[in-house]
Structure formats: structure tokens, C-alpha cells
């Protein structure tokens, strides 16, 4: 068998239509396959190679940290030069009182560390989140989520969860006495990028405040300079009592972290001691790439740079056929007619050597999330490959401007 008969035979599918592209090495923007076919990343593996493939800074961190040690104990004992000094540069990143790191593996089990934390905190069990959120797949950020399509399969879930409508202000009066944190992205993801409205985070914040709720602000895929911000609520003049990180953290490597002040943050370490425990979390390789990313995106001007690049997408991405066009910086959700629609315009543009998306809950939008380093020269013949595509797609239906136009 070939290593492609070998994945479906052997490595656990999550869907019935994998990409299947055979990777063979990645650097910059680029995918580069098997059959010597280069792909220009505009998706960033989910929000992750924040930096594009293997940036330079990170790859020598991390080999210089494969040299020292690897994994030495379980997390939270013994003092790690990459962890303390990747926990100390983003405390200073993050305004009062966000000072405390716990690191964990991935997003979902950041969602997951923060629920108990809240919970164990406030000694209240109730939480609310969004309609339209996703905050992890493992059973207590999966409680999240909702519509239930993907998780009724799974019922019982946890109790004591409930959802509200997201950017509904006179739903906040759900939010009371009873509930331990209210989980929330900064901006919507899988939804489609949807940000917030005028003012809602800070009536948001206000109401938990109000109620002695812990605010959460979900930023794993948010983070790490994708809406033009290092985090996005800089630029709504909220702080959340407790900050999800993960994805763009690590540069490529596995890492995440919810972030709280000290004060909420020794609720985990006491009563019961070790409540909350992880093997690898805060993995001293990954600790490495985090602090070269995160060292790399403080020294250039990368993330300036994304609305500026922002702008361009959205005077290129013009077309009958398009929709909409929502997005918070590098982050863009192209919405067109129908889930065939962009289905086959996915493929078009991935047989020409562009590789993007759609959204969980949002099947008739385009995702757009390159690296932030994506140039000029890039943003355009990506575009140009995409208006292509949906020109042929459009093309090969026989659909009209009318049928293409709401
Ligand atoms: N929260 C958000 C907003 C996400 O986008 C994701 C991943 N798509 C997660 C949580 C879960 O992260 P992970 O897949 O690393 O568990």
C-alpha cells in the first residue's frame, strides 16, 4: 500500500473527505506536495503558522531547545527557562491583571482548565456561552457549543450550560447571580467571522462585573496579531477576567494557555491541590517556538501590517457572486450562494495551487487566514485565483448574474 491507502487504512478520519494532499515539506507561505505541487497557504493550518511554515526563529529555538532538555516533569514543578520566560513576556503583553500562565497542550483543554477555574473561583456552576461558538471538541468546551449538530451524538454533555444569543444585548439579563463565567471569542470564528457590535463586550463586561461572573474571551483563534491587535480586545477597551490562547502561540508547535490574574489562578492550586493537572503542558520545545513567535511578532511590523493587507483583500475580492465579506484583519469570511457553490470553487483553487477553507458553521463562506506575513504580490494572485474559480464555478452551473445576486 502507498502512504495514502496507508493514512485512510491506518490514521483515524475525522470526516469522509479528507484533503489528502501528501505533504512533503513546508516553508513561508507554501505547502510543497509529493508530486512536486506547491501550494500558497491561505488558511495558516487553522490559524496557526501565524509566521508562515517554519520561520526561521522558530525552528533555531526550538532545535537549541531539543539540545538542552525535553520533557523533564509534570507541569507546575520544576522551574523551565522557555516556560518562565514565555509566561513573564506575555504577562507584559497583557494589561492588569492578567499576569498568571497556565499551559496547557491545545485550545480545548485551555477552554476546559479555564470552566474549572471559573467554577472553582466563583463556587458556582452555571456557565454561558454563544450560539454559533466553538471553544473545543473535549466534552466540557463541546457543552459550548451550539447548534447541537455536532454534539448531540454525545449527549449527556455537561450540565448547567446555557447559550445566548451572541452580540444580543438584552440577552446579557441571562447572565446572573448563579453563573461562573460567561465564555465568549472576541470575535465569532466558525460562525464565519463575526465581530461584535458597537459597545456589546463592554455591556458584556459590565453585566459580569455586575453579577460577580468570570468574563473569558476566547482567543485562540483571535490571538496572535490575526485581527490586526496582538489580542483582539485591545481594540474594544475590555479586559476579561480570564484570556484562551492556543493555536498562533506556538508558531507550529502544540501550546495553549488560559490566562487569569494570580488572585483567581491559586484557586487551582489549593483545595484540592493539583485540581488541575497536565503532563506536557507548557512542553519546553514548545515554550521555545512560543517565545520565538511571540518575540518575532513584537519585532516586526507584521502585525501593523494586517489591516493595511485587510484592505487590499477586501478592494480585490469583488464578484457578483460574492456575497458578503466579513472580517476582523487577516481574517475573512467571502460568503457566495451555496455550499456546492464553494465547494467546487475550493477545489478549483486548490488544483491551482491555493489552498483554503470553509467555517464549521458556516458552510457558504471562504475561509481567508494566511500567515500574517503574506505579501502584496501574494494577496493578489491569491485573489485572482479565487475571482477565477468563481467565475468557472459560476461558468460550468450556467448561472446567471441574477441567479448569483440575492
Ligand atoms: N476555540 C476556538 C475559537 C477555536 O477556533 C478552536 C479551534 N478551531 C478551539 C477553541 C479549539 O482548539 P483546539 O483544536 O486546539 O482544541
Known amino acids: 500500500m502507498n502512504l495514502r491507502q496507508l493514512f485512510l487504512?491506518?490514521?483515524?478520519?475525522?470526516?469522509?473527505?479528507?484533503?489528502?494532499?501528501?505533504?512533503?515539506?513546508?516553508?513561508?507561505?507554501?505547502?510543497?506536495?509529493?508530486?512536486?505541487?506547491?501550494y500558497l497557504d491561505l488558511i495558516a493550518g487553522i490559524g496557526v503558522s501565524c509566521l508562515g511554515h517554519r520561520h526561521p526563529?522558530?525552528?533555531?529555538?526550538?532545535?537549541?531547545?531539543?539540545?538542552?532538555?525535553?520533557?523533564?516533569?509534570v507541569y507546575g514543578e520544576f522551574v523551565l527557562a522557555p516556560q518562565v520566560q514565555l509566561a513573564e513576556l506575555?504577562?507584559?503583553?497583557?494589561?492588569?491583571?492578567?499576569?498568571?500562565?497556565?499551559f496547557v497542550n491545545s485550545g480545548t483543554e485551555a477552554t476546559e482548565g479555564a470552566m474549572k477555574l471559573a467554577k472553582r473561583y466563583t463556587g458556582r456552576a452555571e456557565i454561558v456561552s454563544c450560539k454559533k461558538a466553538y471553544h473545543g471538541s473535549t466534552q466540557g468546551a463541546a457543552s459550548l457549543m451550539w447548534p447541537k449538530d455536532f454534539t448531540q451524538a454525545f449527549h449527556p454533555l455537561l450540565p448547567g450550560i446555557r447559550h445566548i444569543d451572541y452580540n444580543c444585548e438584552w440577552c446579557l439579563q441571562q447572565i446572573t447571580e448563579r453563573t461562573a463565567a460567561v465564555v465568549v471569542e472576541t470575535v465569532q470564528g466558525e460562525w464565519g467571522v463575526r465581530p461584535p457590535g458597537e459597545g456589546y463586550l463592554k455591556k458584556l463586561r459590565h453585566r459580569c462585573s455586575e453579577v460577580g461572573a468570570l468574563l473569558i474571551f476566547d482567543e485562540i483563534q483571535a490571538g496572535y496579531g490575526r485581527t490586526g491587535t496582538l489580542f483582539a480586545f485591545e481594540q474594544y477597551g475590555v479586559v476579561p477576567d480570564i484570556l484562551l490562547l492556543a493555536k498562533g502561540m506556538g508558531g507550529g508547535m502544540p501550546i495553549g494557555a488560559f490566562v487569569a490574574s494570580r488572585d483567581v489562578m491559586l484557586a487551582l492550586s489549593d483545595?484540592?491541590?493539583?485540581?488541575?493537572?497536565?503532563?506536557?503542558?507548557?512542553?519546553?520545545?514548545?515554550?521555545?517556538?512560543?517565545?520565538?513567535?511571540?518575540?518575532t511578532l513584537l519585532s516586526t511590523d507584521y502585525i501593523q501590517q494586517v489591516k493595511p493587507k485587510e484592505a487590499l483583500f477586501l478592494e480585490l475580492l469583488q464578484h457578483p457572486a460574492i456575497r458578503e465579506v466579513r472580517s476582523a484583519g487577516l481574517w475573512?469570511?467571502?460568503?457566495?450562494?451555496?455550499?456546492?457553490?464553494?465547494?467546487?470553487?475550493?477545489?478549483?483553487?486548490?488544483?491551482?495551487?491555493?489552498?483554503?477553507?470553509?467555517?464549521?458553521?458556516?458552510?457558504?463562506?471562504?475561509?481567508?487566514?494566511?500567515?500574517?506575513?503574506?505579501?502584496?504580490?501574494?494577496?493578489?494572485?491569491?485573489?485572482?485565483?479565487?475571482?477565477?474559480?468563481?467565475?468557472?464555478?459560476?461558468?460550468?452551473?450556467?448561472?446567471?448574474?441574477?441567479?448569483?445576486?440575492?
Open 90 to 102: 506575555l504577562a507584559k503583553q497583557l494589561p492588569d491583571p492578567l499576569e498568571s500562565v497556565y
Open 332 to 406: 475573512m469570511a467571502v460568503e457566495m450562494i451555496d455550499f456546492e457553490f464553494i465547494q467546487v470553487v475550493i477545489k478549483r483553487c486548490l488544483e491551482a495551487g491555493l489552498l483554503t477553507d470553509w467555517f464549521l458553521f458556516n458552510d457558504r463562506s471562504l475561509r481567508i487566514a494566511p500567515p500574517l506575513i503574506i505579501t502584496e504580490e501574494q494577496i493578489r494572485w491569491a485573489c485572482s485565483v479565487i475571482l477565477n474559480a468563481i467565475d468557472q464555478t459560476a461558468k460550468a452551473r450556467n448561472l446567471t448574474r441574477s441567479d448569483v445576486v440575492r
Open 9 to 38: 487504512q491506518h490514521v483515524a478520519q475525522t470526516s469522509a473527505f479528507p484533503l489528502m494532499l501528501e505533504v512533503e515539506t513546508a516553508k513561508g507561505m507554501y505547502l510543497h506536495s509529493k508530486d512536486g505541487k506547491s
Open 271 to 295: 483545595n484540592p491541590i493539583l485540581g488541575h493537572i497536565t503532563t506536557f503542558g507548557g512542553h519546553p520545545v514548545s515554550c521555545a517556538a512560543g517565545l520565538a513567535t511571540l518575540q
Open 57 to 73: 526563529a522558530i525552528v533555531e529555538a526550538a532545535k537549541a531547545q531539543l539540545d538542552r532538555y525535553l520533557h523533564t516533569l
